[in-house]
């Protein structure tokens, strides 16, 4: 089946280390995005690739980086410099990053940091 | 004034009854509207979308554009208690690829 795995569900971290999120596609999608989502807000963006080897800072892209070296994946890092990492993380994907072209959407990974 | 804004409820409607979700936004050169559904703890899920004013139906589901207002709107009839969730209004405005949420109406279905 064609769809977007995060790993882990659940991720657990102590303040000042770093921690990267998986996020692969097989929908052969060439767009990808980091959102984040917190209690009560709705979801921010945190960076978007709409092609290989390239990517673009969202909203809130400070004490975040990505990758996109494959189309497939693209790898989330929440750095320590990340003020308040704790929230869902979610990825997502579309066919072709237009604006008319919906988004998929990963399981999300929720992030713990104490 | 937020980009996308919702009335974050919580919104009860008897089983059975229309459910109406309303969303509004200020970028009057938003070009493409889409509604999420997201049950608790779980991921966004794409509903409906909708690029032009007037009305799009999808089985119970019927979206409602208004470009001059700057409103999009979500029906849900014959409300099932299935349809308790949060849902997401997403826009996306011209010269702009990137999709901006409000930040969700809690519908709540009552049996």
């Known amino acids: 089946d064609g769809g977007i795995t995060q790993s882990p569900k659940y991720l657990f971290r102590k303040e000042g280390q770093n921690v990267t999120l998986s996020c692969e596609q097989n929908l052969n999608h060439d767009a990808m995005y980091w959102y984040r989502q917190d209690p009560g807000q709705g979801l921010r963006l945190i960076y978007y690739s709409q092609i290989v080897n390239d990517f673009q800072k969202g909203d809130i892209a400070e004490g975040y980086s990505v990758s996109r070296e494959k189309k497939e994946s693209f790898p989330l890092t929440v750095t320590s410099a990340q003020k308040n990492p704790t929230a869902f993380y979610l990825c997502?994907?579309?066919?072709?990053?237009?604006?008319?072209?919906?988004?998929?959407f990963g399981n999300g990974t929720r992030l713990t940091v104490t | 004034q937020k980009e996308v804004e919702q009335n974050s409820g919580p919104l009860s409607v008897p089983e059975g009854a229309i459910a109406s979700l309303n969303c509004t936004y200020s970028d009057r050169g938003s070009q493409s509207f889409f509604w999420y559904r997201q049950y608790s703890g779980k991921s966004p899920e794409l509903i409906m979308s909708?690029?032009?004013?007037g009305d799009k139906e999808d089985g119970r589901f019927t979206a409602q554009l208004n470009k001059a207002s700057q409103y999009v709107s979500l029906l849900i009839r014959d409300s099932q208690p299935s349809d308790s969730a949060t849902y997401l209004c997403?826009?996306?405005?011209?010269?702009?690829?990137?999709?901006?949420f409000g930040t969700g109406t809690r519908l709540t279905i009552i049996p």
């Open positions: 997403a826009v996306t405005a011209f010269g702009n690829e990137k999709l901006t």
């Open positions: 997502a994907s579309s066919p072709t990053g237009k604006r008319h072209s919906p988004l998929h």
């Open positions: 909708i690029y032009s004013n």
